[in-house]
């Protein structure tokens, strides 16, 4: 579906440096167009609109890829971001009194390469006496299902979220969809 008044930040760009920045918005059929004949070399540094996360796109790549000179016709979509996760942690055993938590996304590990798919805790590492519970309340993008990972150890490298406990949940559109994590 278009999308109306999407805030697109560009930056111009001459010999990989910014020289110019402005902002457009989306038409009422989701179009917009910009161009300088003397600087036509630019960088989409940002798409934003409230309830949506961007999909990158090849025209969007933090400062790697900016178009010499060429003229662009492209979709760049938009995700809804209209699900929450509630993301309850309960110390159960006593055994431990901390846990470290992750959540991976699929759909924001092609949005944003700076995030790796990780959404972004409130409190990534929490800690709990016997039988006390914390609640996080995420927004993600829905239909997608997430994967949380939890352990007693703070992740450091790619194994230590292969060798971490974990569970999916799938994200449901308009909806808050619960996930506990018991230790």
Known sequence: EPLENVWVHIWQMEDGMSTREFNIYTDQNGFFTFGDEDHPDFLLYQMWKEGYLRKQHTLYDFFTNYQDGKINEAVIPLIPEDGVLALETKNVTGNFDSIFLRVYSPIMDVEFGLAQGHVKLILPLVSL??????????????????????ATKPFVTIADEANASKGNVTILRHDTVHYTVEY
């Open 129 to 150: 006496l016997q039988d006390q519970s914390f609640t996080q309340y995420l927004p993600v993008a829905s239909n997608q299902e997430v994967t949380v990972y939890w």
